[in-house]
DNA sequence: CGCACCATTGACGTGGTTCAACCTTGGTGG
DNA sequence: CCACCAAGGTTGAACCACGTCAATGGTGCG
């Protein structure tokens, strides 16, 4: 299998589809240029695994374009996905070398890489930077802590519900009805609601059933009426917030 | 019933007790008597809510002494605690006003707080303290990430376990056996735990059955072997982490 | 065309919840 | 000083949502 996207690694910064949402979201001019010298393209197919758990992790960066998935797991192998990384999420740690997670790409993913001692460099140059990389953390630490409500308190269908609600809202691709492309397998799935397989299986069966959703082939779903689907996720659609999570 | 702990408003932060460990470690000099100049001390009791969910948080601060506790709802009143804070942890967001958790005083809870006006201006002064800020908030989303394994994976047992584990590790008192005050209520437990009361109650009934703990009166609890209650965790001792988790 | 992989469906078992009763403990007032 | 009460905690019995185990179905790729 080639390598896939390779065309992307000549793009200068201020052309990256992401510019304006990722860490680099404030930077200007020769910040810009800064970065467009340190950076590199690299992607990875769906399944592959990005890093290890423990591994090191020489790198930082962006998502770029694709899903990838953050896994922690017991000594006896059960795993729960404790994060997903959509286009412009942020991957590693400043000040750490080692990956607290397992990274594996759920769909071809792209990542913009930057050594890491050139990005510490850079985050300690420019202190706007590390404000943006402080305001992207605490989204992710507030929208962790929401997923902990649903881990620990939502049942098999609100999970399921909360799940295609979040990413309908991501990555919608038309209007009434609502379509999008599950990043994800059906174990993708139960492995990041705390569920098993076979019961997000029936709880999509359920919920198309129940007329909230569309199913098309293994990954494909439609939504008439995301007000419907927020219902089943525990969510008064009216009182919610319009606006994706962070 | 009277303000407790008023004491302590007089307080230089050279002599705090959290001095080394909170926001503020990495600052000297200087820095540290403006942090006195803006700081001031407030206490709760335990039961009494610091903060509503939504509502305007017009200061942010540190844990002095105490244990507070985050909470995330349901709409139809379903509770998730997500974080715990105890002395060092920092309470709020820089450049959001409002809560995004109830805060409720899980034991008499003393707070050093800052206008967030005065604070936001130190932290854009003060580069190391941002960076201090960064890495606080990124311990907190490895701990929530690590707390999600526990909520989605672990079985009741375990998760009593765990906590009890966590609990020790952070406040135990004496050695041989190691002794601490649990911080919090059943409910409480049960609310961080993803469990009810009831099960919070058979568990812990269970591990003292097991002769891996002992319970003294309600809130008290022994431990002799801490690897045999990690076990009991999911985790093995040999493999752990020896220090408390951030 | 056929194989592998992913997903669905069914039957059954069980860990944790629910509902209800009871016990303990600490605080309060007679 | 102790009786009483409220709040928190424990225990028991029955139920059920979700997991487990197993078979079947669909889909895309070689």
Redesign the interface.
């Known amino acids: 299998m080639s390598r896939i996207d390779l065309d992307l690694a000549t793009q200068a910064c201020s052309e990256c589809p992401i510019r304006h949402r990722a860490v680099c979201a404030s930077c200007e001019g020769a910040e810009l240029e800064r970065l467009t010298e340190m950076k590199s393209y690299r992607s990875w197919r769906a399944g592959e695994t990005i890093v290890l758990e423990g591994a090191p992790l020489p790198f930082v960066g962006s998502v770029v374009t694709g899903c990838a998935t953050?896994t922690?797991?017991?000594?006896?192998g059960?795993?729960?996905i404790?994060?997903l990384l959509m286009p412009s999420d942020f991957l590693g740690?400043?000040?750490?070398d080692v990956a607290?997670?397992e990274v594996v790409a759920a769909t071809d993913t792209t990542l913009c890489l930057f050594r890491r001692s050139a990005f510490e460099r850079m985050i300690?140059d420019t202190?706007h930077m590390?404000?943006r990389?402080?305001?992207m953390?605490?989204d992710?630490?507030?929208a962790?802590?929401?997923?902990?409500?649903v881990?620990?308190?939502?049942t098999a269908r609100e999970k399921v519900a909360t799940l295609l609600v979040n990413i309908l809202r991501r990555v919608a691709t038309s209007h009434r009805p609502l379509r999008a492309e599950l990043p994800l397998t059906r174990e993708a799935m139960a492995t990041y609601?705390?569920l098993t397989i076979e019961t997000v299986s029936r709880q999509m069966t359920a919920l198309r059933g129940a007329g909230v959703i569309g199913l098309e082939g293994r990954r494909g779903i439609l939504c008439d009426d995301l007000g419907a689907l927020m219902a089943e996720a525990?969510?008064?659609p009216a009182?919610a917030t319009l606006t994706p999570d962070a």
Chains 1, 2 share one sequence.
């Open positions: 953050l922690r797991s017991t000594e006896d059960r795993a729960q404790v994060g740690r400043p000040g750490r607290a997670y300690a202190p590390a404000r990389l402080l305001d953390s605490l992710e630490l507030d962790a802590r929401d997923w902990m409500l881990l620990g308190r939502r609601l705390g525990g969510v008064d009182t």
